[in-house]
């Protein structure tokens, strides 16, 4: 079992800055998929950002050159920088793993971002 614990979240204006933090209870280091999703009120979960075997990531078109994600296998924590934040990006931001084929999934943390 892997317990994911998400911060960082906040309100911030538009062009702004946030950086998510995820920490999971065990090692980080042979998590098969890491990624970041969000949800908007009314809408579906969507991917955000992810690291595919251990290096590979991959963005969403909509935060292609905004958003980085990052991970810290010393730290057991999985990291999205998210920069020139937009009204859109607002949502609740949820951090996913794969471990052997098994989904685990945070609570979320909520980003507001005003115009």
């Known amino acids: 079992q892997v317990q994911l614990v998400e911060s960082g979240g906040g309100l911030v204006q538009a062009g702004g800055s946030l950086r998510l933090s995820c920490a999971a209870s065990g090692s980080i280091a042979s998590m098969n998929a890491m990624g970041w999703y969000r949800q908007a009120p009314g809408k579906e979960r969507e991917l955000v950002a992810a690291?595919?075997?251990?290096?590979?990531?991959d963005y969403a078109d909509s935060v292609k050159g905004r958003f980085t994600i990052s991970r810290d296998n010393a730290k057991n924590t999985l990291y999205l920088q998210m920069n020139s934040l937009k009204p859109e990006d607002t949502g609740v931001y949820y951090c996913h793993v794969v471990v052997v084929g098994n989904d685990f999934w945070g609570q979320g943390t909520q980003v507001t971002v005003s115009s």
């Open positions: 690291i595919i075997a251990g290096a590979m990531t």
